[in-house]
């Protein structure tokens, strides 16, 4: 049987293509274990009384408390700026509220405990899927003005947001890899509009 030139072409690149598929699915699921693997380390440090509950309450926290309690620390530390400060963190807020649950819906990446079932889910989810994680990419969102506006509070911001991203390792809701997409996807988007707009202010 005759093939045409571009059948051949067709052919070749089928043929190169294969090796490559597999090369990548492979890369694929040592860095699913490695997440994996991640989330069992992490979820051993919630097992302690004090653990779990430290977790469970920085969780429940991120489900939006906390932002009650930002609030006013926001307007005493800067005063009357902190009113335009609080008021651009809620705009972000609003906004990554809106846009990490499309995200979510549209990867449908399932959550550890719901993967592996040696994980404890140790506090009912918001939601079903675990990619973003919304807890991360909301709260950094929040921070992103207040550090810009307020230097010195980068210190208290980073140490938060590496609490919100323990706890929700910890509890066997998101890998490693939801959180890290989270705070990059919060700081990417509300960074640049925070900036922008505390200039003008």
Known sequence: MAFTSDQLAKLTRDASSEPQTAAAATWGQRLFELDLAAVHLFSRTARSAIGKFLAVAISKLG???IYFILAPIVLIGLGWQGTHVAALAGLNAALLHMLYPLIKRRFGRKRPFQTDPRLP????????HSFPSGHAMTLTGVLAPIVIAWPAATLSAGLLLASMAWSRIATAHHYPSDVAAGVALG?????PLASGILAYW
Request: charged residues 20%; without cysteine; hydrophobic residues 40%.
């Open 63 to 65: 489900n939006g408390w």
């Open 187 to 191: 700081a990417g988007l509300s960074y």
């Open 121 to 128: 889910s140790l506090l009912r989810t918001l939601d079903d």
